[in-house]
Structures are given as structure tokens and as C-alpha cells.
């Protein structure tokens, strides 16, 4: 797929609108051309790590597509007009893949996350996908690696021959480490985040309702109200406030 996909300005990041068929089409050409490319699924909190950091904003808008994954965002590209739009939540997207490697012998692994709870997730989709075939699982040390051990890693990565690999290191973690080694490996990387704990079990998913409602972070709050409030607090709220004002100047722009 060569065409140059649009993309939207959220405050001061791109997120592209598009459907789950076209990321679907995507990835099998990427595959076929054995290109290697990222893709970031994007919500909030990364919107406004953009807004603070210069370095997360290169990485996240470097990547090959970005796609909405929290409602607000979603909520955002359709008031700035994009009626393309699909509301792409992570879970459902990483699912999505799943289904599609297990259906075309695409070759899947993982980067990130815990040993347990890789091994949860491995045996939680071979229950589910029959055919899925994950060539990889790897859990990196909580701290920053040598050199020697990248060299290995990537070593490893290619030696699997997986077509595609969910990064599971959390945001800004992921997004800085797929930009950083894009052109030392060959597939398709996606930064799934706390979605490996959901296919794990380790925590809850929240229910369709909420998540249409745009409630979705508030379940996850009440969950782990010490870890998420303050981050939850200040970016919602940074948020709201930045993207009234960007939403105002569109309106305004839009009547002349």
C-alpha cells in the first residue's frame, strides 16, 4: 500500500482515520513486502506525552499509522471533521490481528509485559486461536540494556521470522522504542500497551457500555486509583482544555 495516508492534527500529534479493514489490508502488504514499519494506537495520555515532549512526538508521528484508540480521540477527529473515522480501542484491534494471523499463517510474537504474564497470554490465545502461531515471547529487564543484550534481542526477533510483534512496554516506553529500532527489524510492531494484561486476565476489561460512553478510563481508575489518578487528573484535564481552544480556531476557520 503506497498511497499516503491522511492524517489529523489533535492539538499536536497525527492520528490517521481510518477503518479496521484498511489496518487489516495494511498489514498482510507489509507482510508480503517484508517491510518493517510500526503503527502506535493512541489515546490521551499519549496525546498530551506529545504535547509535553518533544522526543514522543517524533516518535509517535514518525510511525506508519496511528490510529484512535481512546473515544475521546475518536470524539476529536470526528468534530474536526474526518467522517472516515473508526473507533479503534487497542483490545479489539490486537483481536482483530489475532484472527487474522490465525486465518493467514501470519507469524505473531511479544515484546514487553512480565514472564507470567506472557506465558498467561500465550496460553490464554492458543485456547481461543487454534492455528495462531506466537514465534516469539520476550520479557526485558526493568532497567536499560547493554548493547550486547540489544544485539541479542534483535538477533532473536529476526530468527523467530515473525510477521508481526506486539510491544508491550507501555507509553512513552513503546512508542520511543519502535521509532528507535524500526529499521533494525523486519515486521509490523504495534504498541498495545496495558492490553497485554487484559489478554492475559491480570486486569479487567472495561464494559462496551462504558467504553462508548468514553468511561472507559474510569473503570480502569477505580481499578488502580493510586497509579492512574494523577496521571488520569492532569491529562484529561490538559486535554480538555487544549483541544477546546484547537476546536474553536477549526470552527472559526471553517465560517470564513
Known sequence: MKKQ?????IINYL???IKISYLLKFILSAKKSKKSNYIC???????IESYKSVEFRLAHNSADIAIPDG???????????????????????T????????????????????????????NKLHKKYK?????????????????KEEI??????KKSKIHILFVCLGCPKQELWMYKNKNKLNCTMLGIGAVADFLSGNKILPNKFFEYLGLAWLVRLI?????????????????????FLQLIRYKLFNKI
Do not use: D, M
Open 95 to 122: 483481536e482483530k490481528i489475532c484472527e487474522l494471523a490465525n486465518k493467514q499463517n501470519i507469524n505473531i510474537g511479544f515484546y514487553g509485559s512480565t514472564s507470567k504474564n506472557l506465558t498467561k497470554i500465550k
Open 152 to 157: 541479542k534481542i534483535f538477533k532473536n526477533i
Open 41 to 47: 494506537i493512541s489515546n490521551v495520555h499519549s496525546c
Open 71 to 93: 473515544r475521546p480521540i475518536y470524539w476529536a477527529l470526528k468534530l474536526l471533521g474526518s467522517k472516515s473515522a473508526e473507533h479503534l480501542p487497542g483490545y479489539y484491534v
Open 131 to 147: 492455528n495462531l502461531k506466537i514465534k516469539y515471547l520476550y520479557s526485558p529487564p526493568f532497567r536499560k540494556l547493554n548493547l
Open 5 to 9: 495516508l491522511k492524517k489529523i492534527k
Open 15 to 17: 492520528i490517521n482515520p
Open 223 to 243: 481499578t488502580e486509583p493510586r497509579r492512574l489518578f494523577w496521571r488520569y487528573f492532569s491529562s484529561n484535564t490538559i486535554f480538555i482544555f487544549l483541544f
